[in-house]
């Protein structure tokens, strides 16, 4: 796909309408992924051995949103049950704990590594997925990343940082590192974020109630757009935008039945309209902008690289998806298992920023917002002197498990506990931000911002819960997305 304009495209118009082409481009091939994950892969989990779990994995959305499953009920009797054995390792009343919200497999009644029918190898076993992921022998293979390659003539000169791998990644990685360092983070975008959660809290003062998963996510648009350099936008409402062309994956089900039916065609063509939007309203603008004056973010670096604008906009909506959606679920969850427990909020409200950070970072462990991660072996893997994964497998490492394994996070894997003392080497959110060489470079950056937003919020004498979140499964990231999850101040 273009990288150059063709000849006699020079002006503005000729150049937006064709990189405007170059996103219906992107995403069709988003929708392909979408129809051949459907097709090929779904079909693989439910005839796999452990279809059960699986099924229940995939069907889970259409579960909470049609039957109105009491998920916290149904895990915090489970926690109860295992409270009554507890082994005395951690001195927090166990008793007391806020447990995990999401029902998804423990690690418990599975084998830490399997091969299925499919030759698709299983990993819930931390140790097992430490090696895989901080090893060579191994390249991305999730996000879509093994369908894009396989496209005939791969129109990418360069891949999003997400996709890629080996030295190229490494250079990125290096020359990336600087926007998200904690010192960068904390004298440039610390201001900032403070101002934001005042505007969310003001926001919520004036309307009384709020919901928030639109709130969180105005603020997690707004805090990575600017690491990003998405702030030149010709018009406001970006964090809509960005909503709006995310929550395509949430027409799964009418693309599984696609067919050339009207209305399908219709809803096809209002998804490129999205993204064509973000495109024209959001990314260009800055691009131009930048082009003229480099700024310290993202995309200026992108633009001296000589990244193509169609590039650019497939790397923006990677830090769209991979680094906004996932914070706004994560100060949602965060918020919810609080504003539950009132012993931990308290703990939370009374602790110095460092041990606040420690108990997010628990939170978030325990409630993984990408609940699968995928990686292809390039070259054979020994797990132990009997096992051998060999060249070009999939695995899928699958992080609740993972971050449940209780031989290294200890008593109670399904709560929150936030004094856990894990072995050395082994950070307290576990794998949630990944691990290895594409470990999440927004990792503080996300956990400091929800700290600014959440200490303000959580403050508030009079806050209260009005509706828990209804929680549905979002395909693009492998992980939850929440709705509906009201806060309100009562008046006094
Ligand atoms: C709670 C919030 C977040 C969660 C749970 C999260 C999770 C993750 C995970 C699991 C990965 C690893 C993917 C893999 O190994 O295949 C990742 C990568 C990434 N994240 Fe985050 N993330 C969060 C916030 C952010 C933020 C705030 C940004 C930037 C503003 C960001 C930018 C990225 C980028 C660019 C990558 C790709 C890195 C690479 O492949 O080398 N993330 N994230």
Redesign the pocket.
Known sequence: MGTTLPTGMESGAWESLWIYLNCCVLACIAYLAVITHRAILRPQFIFREDATEQESFYTLRSLFETKGLDVNKTMLDVTLEKNNSQNGQCPVDHGNLSARRMPFETQGNHPPVMQDAHGVWHVRDYEIAKKIMRGQKTR?A??GSELVRQLPGNFMKNEP??YQDGAE?KAQ?RELARFFTPKTTSSNYRRLMERYAHEMLAELYAKGRVELSDLTMTMAVQV?AQ??GLTSSVLPGMAGRIDAFIQQTDLDSTIAEFRWEPKAILSHLQNQSRMGKFYLLDVKPAIMRRKRKPQDDVISHLVAQGYSDAEIMVECI??GT??MV??RE?IVFATWHMLENEALRQQYLAAEEADRYQILEEI?RLE???SH?FRRTTEPIEISDELTISADSLIDLHIYAINTDETIVGAQPNAVCPLRELPRGTLPPMM???DG???????F??IQETDIFLYKLLAIPNLKLVSKPVIGFKDIIKGYETRNFIVAVDEE
């Open positions: 991305q999730g996000f940082v997400l990644h990685r990575a690491v990003v990677t830090y991979a680094g996932t914070t994560f978030l993984p917002v990408v991660l949630s931000f990944g060489r594409h470990r999440c470079p927004g990792a950056l996300a």
